[in-house]
């Protein structure tokens, strides 16, 4: 049986997704968490690795599982074997033709710049701070040429497997409060 979760996770504690030989990968903490539910190692798979001190909030991962457990068992007992920075929001039995990687549609990135005179205790980890004034113009012309299709070659890794480096950048947005937030979401 395949199951997904949808993870999400504070990444200030941790070196990325991918498990690692010095520092601890989320993966790992996750596949110990699966594998105390199921009574058997499992390996998890996720749509996309994340590098060290990146959050998530939709995290999808798949696994499989031979244990019959219910969605909600999955759910709870994944939850009550993970730290109190990592959580499973969802479980959903999924076909063995899913791949959490191979299967997902788009992929959404979310950069936070927190403009005021003072730090944040609160965004310190969520947000670059900047205390000077922005240029919000010029920033609202430079964020509208990220729209559309793009070749990103000069991001790709030298034994990425993507068929193509072309991708659509989909949408970008401004959060105001009493102190601007911006926030940049690059669907890929």
């Known amino acids: 049986m395949r199951i997904a979760l949808g993870i999400e996770y504070d990444g200030t504690a941790y070196n990325g997704w991918q498990k690692q030989t010095s520092g601890i990968g989320i993966q790992s903490l996750v596949e110990e968490a699966i594998a105390a539910v199921a009574n058997h190692p499992v390996e998890a798979i996720c749509a996309g690795r994340t590098d060290a001190g990146v ?9 499989d599982s031979a244990a019959s457990r219910s969605l909600r068992g999955w759910l709870l007992g994944v939850n009550s ?3 109190a ?11 063995d033709d899913f791949h959490a990687r191979y299967s997902a549609q788009s992929r959404s990135y979310r950069y936070l710049i927190l403009n005021r005179n003072v730090r944040s205790a609160l965004h310190r980890h969520r947000a670059w701070w900047l205390h000077r004034p922005l240029a919000i113009e010029r920033m609202r012309v430079a964020a509208k040429c990220l729209h559309g299709e793009h070749d990103f070659s000069a991001f790709r890794a030298a034994g990425c497997q993507s068929k193509s480096p ?16 911006f926030v940049y979401d690059v669907g890929l």
């Open 81 to 83: 074997n993970l730290p």
């Open 166 to 181: 072309v991708r659509p950048c989909l949408r970008t947005s401004r959060v105001w409060g009493a102190s601007p937030i």
């Open 55 to 63: 959050h998530a909030s939709g995290q999808v991962v798949h696994f």
């Open 85 to 95: 920075d990592i959580n499973a929001r969802w479980a959903s039995s999924v076909g």
